[in-house]
């Protein structure tokens, strides 16, 4: 199944601090740098509903999310262990980077 963008899914403009909650800790990764484990493509729904939540929380609506978790990868790479849906939900909207927190003990 190909993702195709929907037009309510490009609506995500690259501003973390309307989506996510500022951790202490936390750091900005490139998108070419993550490795899901679970690809967009495989959980549509899925990458649907993180950027519905995204958009909520942009507006107000819900409160704003906890970074992606991730764990060090060798080559500058990152697991991604919590937050593929979101991870597919801001490549669908363009995005260059997203932040992150590392797993506890990473």
Known sequence: MTMGKRASETCLREDFALYFEPLEGS???PLRALVPTKSPEAQP??????AE????????????R???T???LPGDQYLILDGNATYGAVIR???SSIPATL????
């Open 93 to 95: 909207a363009g995005w």
């Open 103 to 106: 797993e506890p003990g990473g």
């Open 27 to 29: 750091i900005e990764i």
């Open 70 to 72: 991730v764990r060090p």
């Open 53 to 64: 939540r995204m958009r909520a929380a942009a507006a107000g609506d819900v409160a704003r």
């Open 66 to 68: 906890r970074p992606i």
């Open 45 to 50: 729904e899925a990458v649907a509903t993180a």
